[in-house]
């Protein structure tokens, strides 16, 4: 089974810039459709990013356009999420998921068969 480890979370002031990193124990990671969710507490798990396999289409929910980048650089395994102008709104636990294929949509929790422990963003107002 894939396994999916996430870094680079922690404290940041509002306006200031992190950079999220997902690594991949999957040789075949070039092959998934990639995406990034966040979960504040007693929120639900909501979708931010996603991109394909090859990274050439990306596709981003309302509030993180213009702000945030999502990349990948499959010689390494490793899937990215640029957070920059962060706001205390994106205040969540952030998560790496992976898919084989999409049956539905990029955006629902259970299109997504792998997914990471999560890393803590907190922002500060």
């Known amino acids: 089974q894939v396994q999916l480890v996430e870094s680079g979370g922690g404290l940041v002031q509002a306006g200031g810039s992190l950079r999220l990193s997902c690594v991949a124990s999957?040789?075949?990671?070039?092959?998934?459709?990639m995406a990034w969710f966040r979960q504040a507490p007693g929120k639900d798990r909501e979708f931010v990013a996603a991109?394909?396999?090859?990274?050439?289409?990306?596709w981003y929910t309302d509030s993180v356009k213009g702000r945030f980048t999502i990349s990948r650089v499959n010689a390494k395994n490793t899937l990215y999420l640029q957070m920059n102008s962060l706001q205390s709104e994106d205040t969540a636990v952030y998560y790496c998921?992976?898919?084989?294929?999409?049956?539905?949509?990029?955006?629902?929790?259970?299109?997504?068969?792998?997914w990471g422990q999560g890393t803590q963003v907190t922002v500060s107002s």
């Open positions: 991109i394909n396999w090859g990274g050439g289409s990306t």
């Open positions: 999957e040789p075949t990671f070039s092959n998934y459709i």
């Open positions: 998921a992976a898919a084989r294929r999409l049956t539905s949509n990029y955006r629902r929790r259970d299109e997504y068969d792998y």
